[in-house]
Nanobody, 119 residues
C-alpha cells in the first residue's frame, strides 16, 4: 500500500495540528501508525491504531495526541494538541498487516510531513 501524509506545518507552543494519511488501498485489515524523527534521534513511535481501533501512544504524547482512522476513506489521522517545541520532527505514517506496535513490523511508509513547534 502507498501512503500519503499531509497536514504538517508551523505552530506556536500550545497549538494544535491534525495530520492525515491517505492509503492507496483498503486499510481495514492493517495496523496503522504515526512515527516521528529528528536529525538527533532515532525514529520513534508516536501512536498506533490496531485493526480493531485500539490505540497505543508513546509516553511523550499521551494525553495530548489522538490517533483515529476512517477505513471508508482509507485514512488515518493524528490530532495533536498542546504541542511543545520537542514535538518538532518529521512525522511519518506507516502500515503493517501484523497486529503489533513494533516499529520493525511496519513495512509501508509515507513520505513524511514536517511539524515545527516554535514561538
Amino acid at each position: 500500500v502507498q501512503l500519503q501524509a499531509s497536514g504538517g506545518g508551523s505552530v506556536q507552543p500550545g497549538g494544535s495540528l491534525r495530520l492525515s494519511c491517505v492509503a492507496s488501498g483498503d486499510t481495514s485489515s492493517l495496523t496503522m501508525g504515526w512515527f516521528r524523527q529528528t536529525p538527533a534521534k532515532e525514529r520513534e513511535t508516536v501512536a498506533v491504531i490496531s485493526r480493531g481501533d485500539t490505540p497505543y501512544y508513546g509516553d511523550s504524547v499521551k494525553g495530548r495526541f489522538t490517533i483515529s482512522r476512517d477505513n471508508s476513506k482509507s485514512t488515518v489521522y493524528l490530532q495533536m494538541n498542546s504541542l511543545k517545541p520537542e514535538d518538532t520532527a518529521v512525522y511519518y505514517c506507516a502500515a503493517t498487516p501484523r497486529n503489533t506496535v513494533s516499529i520493525r513490523a511496519f513495512d509501508s511508509w509515507g513520505q513524511g510531513t514536517l511539524v515545527t513547534v516554535s514561538s
